[in-house]
């Protein structure tokens, strides 16, 4: 294993998905099951079975719309004042109409969800205004339970192949991908008529504090790949500069789940055990408090759960030590930590992109299409923000029955074959050397760079010196890059969209000139949020070689949002401390 | 420019006593995220061939003979 072979084989299909983590499987599976007679392809970068962010499972749903809950309406203004305004607001309303079909569907695929005495579903407030949290029991069954259902729609499953670019078509249409194996560096052609990315985040963008490369927040699978594949095929990508910045386990750097310990009486404090913020839902203005706290004399700041009863403690330590990070229990078990005795030591991630928390993604309207004719993205890599795992779902859903509807429409688009030969040789450069730099000092520096000076707040100056070093490691990248097996060609490949990533996160950062959505993009030579000149999208795309941004218009909302309302997020500070 | 062999502690463990790879099994190999697992060649047992673990656990959870352990690596410990 892992000797590189020359090989190139081709497959024809009606729809490719790409990504087998949360949003891919469901696409595939809703595609078959809208249109039988389709030949659906899932090709995933490591094994389907246990791929993406949620490869152990997820402990609840963030996002949940259930009727006698909440409504589509509530949702809909809720992530419109969270995300500061920038929403087109259909596709996240089209999302909270149609979650609650998808939590029935899994539900009948054995995933449980939590009920009360009643036989109700049992959500929990953890948002500002609405209540949305819902529990899952047997949340480390999600992969298994997806992975029967793909099987039973006969999906066609390829491990192990990761796509490095997009086919365009002559009439400019997505007409398939190209990707290489991760075992032995053979290609693999696929042509489709429609393609979905579901790619999942940008999360090896920053440097964990740790120094570990695979330490990071996200899968470190999900290298941004999407993004970059996106940015080459000429889609375009909203809101870069909208950073994804999490709370988290300092260290272990897991999740702290207020989520799951908030509706038990659980929050975050400081140093002197204070509770500093009204509401542990993460938002950029959230993250500006949380951030606040830590540089001030009060810092650092602290999961707290040790005023409960030992029981409460240690049940939310049961369902947090289980399911998303399981390895979490082990971590605080080497440190002497118990949740009912210490407050736990907290910290912020490293930068990221992520529309499953916060709103940097593809762009895509509500049919999950992307700018692309034929190509459409979902998950946490497309632009509906804070969509967590159940919107991975439901937009996943959506694009497979509109993505395999579109393919029955039209032939497969004629694309140049000279793409092809193009692609090979510069996947396959760093195989030619048998001098130079390995993958993983390339990767330390990009993203130790990041972490000097991408990383919020955010200063011109520094983000220019940024740009002129990415470019010296660009140039080092692209000359001396050296992959000695499949597996380094692997990583050389994430490397490439790593930077990427990193270049779009400056460009991107530099061309908004105001803050907004908190820390995620707070730049100190423009402190304030300007709405006058910048209440819209950013779009970032590639425009002859030439990575440019522009402004797009926020589509006029659908549900209002009255001018005492628009500033909820920014009233979370706690002002008299007891 | 000469390539170096920096020694690194690896977090994942594997029991050789318990681990059936010489009879077959690909298991954790095969489930990996990050793929970092292999079958040695020498010893006919899985063993972790690259340091970039996410300490996620699927290969200890999957494997049938409970011969994996998953450690936090060193860095974060
Ligand atoms: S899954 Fe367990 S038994 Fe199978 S190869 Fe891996 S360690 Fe060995
Ligand atoms: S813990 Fe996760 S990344 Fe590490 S070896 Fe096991 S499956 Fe692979």
């Known amino acids: 294993m892992d000797d590189l072979r ?92 149609n979650c609650y079909g998808i939590i029935e569907e899994l539900d009948q695929f054995g995933i449980r969800f939590q009920k009360d005495e009643n036989g109700e579903y049992d959500v929990k407030k953890v948002h500002h205004m609405g209540t949305y949290v819902l529990p899952m029991p047997n949340g480390d069954t999600v992969k298994k339970a997806l992975y029967r259902q793909l099987r039973r729609a006969r999906v066609l499953i390829s491990n192990r192949y990761m796509a490095t ?49 695979y330490g990071t927040y996200e899968n470190p699978t999900n290298s941004g790949e999407g993004y970059s594949m996106a940015y080459h095929a000429g889609a375009k990508l909203a ?39 009204e509401c542990d839902y993460w938002s950029g203005q959230m993250m500006q408090e949380f951030y606040n706290e830590l540089q001030s004399g009060k810092g650092p700041v602290f999961l ?18 289980t399911v998303e990070r399981p390895s979490r229990g082990r971590f605080h078990e080497q440190r002497g930590t118990k949740y009912s005795e210490q407050m736990i030591e ?50 996943g859903a959506i694009a497979g029955e509109h993505a395999v509807d579109f393919a029955a429409e039209v032939d497969h688009d004629e694309f140049d074959d000279a793409a092809i030969s193009m692609e090979q040789e510069r996947v396959l450069a760093p195989t030619k050397r048998d001098d130079g730099i390995p993958p993983n000092q390339i990767e330390y520096k990009i993203r130790r760079l990041v972490n000097d000076y991408l990383q919020p707040p955010k200063v011109t100056a520094k983000y ?21 097996d499949a597996h380094e060609l692997m990583r050389s490949m994430e490397v490439a969209s790593i930077l990427d990533c990193a270049d779009m996160a400056a460009h991107a950062s530099l061309y908004r000139a105001e803050s907004r959505w908190g820390l995620y993009h707070w730049r100190s030579d423009y402190p304030d949020t300007n709405d006058s000149d910048w209440k819209c999208h950013v779009l970032l795309s590639n425009q002859d070689g030439v990575m440019t941004c522009e402004k797009k218009e926020v589509a006029p909302y659908i549900i209002p949002i009255a001018e005492d309302e628009k500033d909820a997020y920014y009233k979370q500070r706690i002002t008299a401390q007891a | 420019m000469p390539i170096a062999n920096t020694p690194t502690t690896v977090p994942v463990v594997v029991d050789e006593g318990k681990c059936i790879a010489d009879k077959g099994c690909t298991v954790c190999v095969d489930v990996c995220p990050l793929d970092v697992l292999r079958i040695s060649d020498l010893t006919g047992k899985a063993y972790m061939k690259y340091d970039e673990c996410w300490y996620c656990m699927p290969c200890e959870a999957d494997c049938p003979t409970d011969a994996v352990t998953v450690n936090i690596p060193y860095l974060l410990r």
């Open chain 1, 6 to 97: 020359a090989g190139l084989n081709e497959v024809e299909c009606d729809l490719l998905v790409i990504g087998g983590g949360t949003a891919g499987p469901m696409a595939a599976y809703r595609a078959r099951k809208k249109n039988p007679n389709a030949k659906v392809i899932l090709l995933e970068k490591a094994n389907v079975k246990r791929s993406g962010a949620i490869s152990m499972g997820m402990d609840g749903l963030n996002n949940a719309v259930i009727p006698g809950h909440s409504t589509p309406e509530q949702y809909t203004k809720e992530i419109t004042i969270a995300n500061d305004g920038i929403v087109d607001q259909a596709a996240v309303y089209k999302y909270a109409q």
């Open chain 1, 239 to 277: 809101n870069l500069e909208c950073f994804q910045i999490n709370p988290l386990i300092k260290d272990y750097n897991g999740p702290a789940c207020a989520y799951v310990a908030g509706p038990f009486g659980g929050y975050t404090a400081n140093s002197k055990n204070e509770r500093f913020i």
């Open chain 1, 346 to 395: 907290m910290h912020i991630s490293e930068i990221g992109f992520c529309s499953g928390h916060s709103a940097s993604g593809v762009y895509v309207d509500e049919f999950a299409r992307t700018t692309v004719p034929g190509l459409y993205a979902a998950g946490d890599m497309a632009s509906v923000p804070h969509n967590y795992m159940l919107g991975a779902f439901t937009n």
């Open chain 1, 464 to 484: 220019e010196l940024c740009q002129a070093r990415l470019a010296e490691v660009r140039e080092d990248m692209n000359t001396q890059m050296m992959a000695r």
């Open chain 1, 165 to 213: 670019r997009l086919l365009t078509g002559k009439s400019g249409r997505a007409a398939g991908a190209i990707a290489v194996n991760t075992r032995s560096g053979e290609f693999l052609v696929i042509k489709a008529k429609a393609v979905i990315m579901c790619m999942g985040a940008a999360g090896r963008l920053g440097l964990p504090t740790s120094g570990y490369l």
């Open chain 1, 304 to 321: 707290k759960l040790n005023h409960l009863h030992k029981d409460t403690a240690d049940h939310i330590e049961h369902i947090l030590h």
